[in-house]
């Protein structure tokens, strides 16, 4: 039998990874397992809010310069540039992923539009 969350609970779950990510949290883009980091964005100080079991990331879309060239296909997210990892195997596409970019193709010194960022719980 699955477990079960109430969506009280799991929205204290997604609060607790706001909380754990504290007020210098990074979202980073790169290719398959984070064999290379494209580009990094910084999240607000709250890094989002949770509602309905979902945590939607704050002030998106956002912008980043791309340090790297490469196709998109993993995020995570992390305390601080080379921080914890708090959140890890987030997916990326250009719609119906937890973040969503203007495209996957990504080349070194262009800008990377991130247009939405969401965590949902299962």
């Excluded at 204290?12 to 980073?28: F, H, K, M, N, P």
């Excluded at 310069?65 to 987030?90: E, H, K, P, W």
Aim: charged share 5%; no cysteine.
């Amino acid at each position: 039998m699955a477990v079960t969350y109430t969506t009280a609970v799991k929205n204290a779950r997604l609060s607790a990874v706001v909380t754990q990510i504290g007020g210098t949290g990074v979202l980073e883009i790169g290719t398959a397992a984070m064999a290379s980091i494209l580009a990094s964005i910084t999240l607000d100080a709250t890094a989002g809010t949770a509602a309905s079991s979902v945590l939607t990331f704050s002030s998106f879309p956002k912008n980043a310069t791309a340090g790297n060239s490469g196709t998109a296909a993993a995020a995570r997210i992390r305390t601080s540039t080379g921080g914890t990892d708090i959140v890890t195997g987030l997916t990326v596409g250009t719609s119906g992923s937890d973040i969503n970019l203007n495209s996957t193709s990504i080349t070194s010194g262009g800008t990377v539009t991130i247009s939405s960022a969401t965590i949902t719980h299962a």
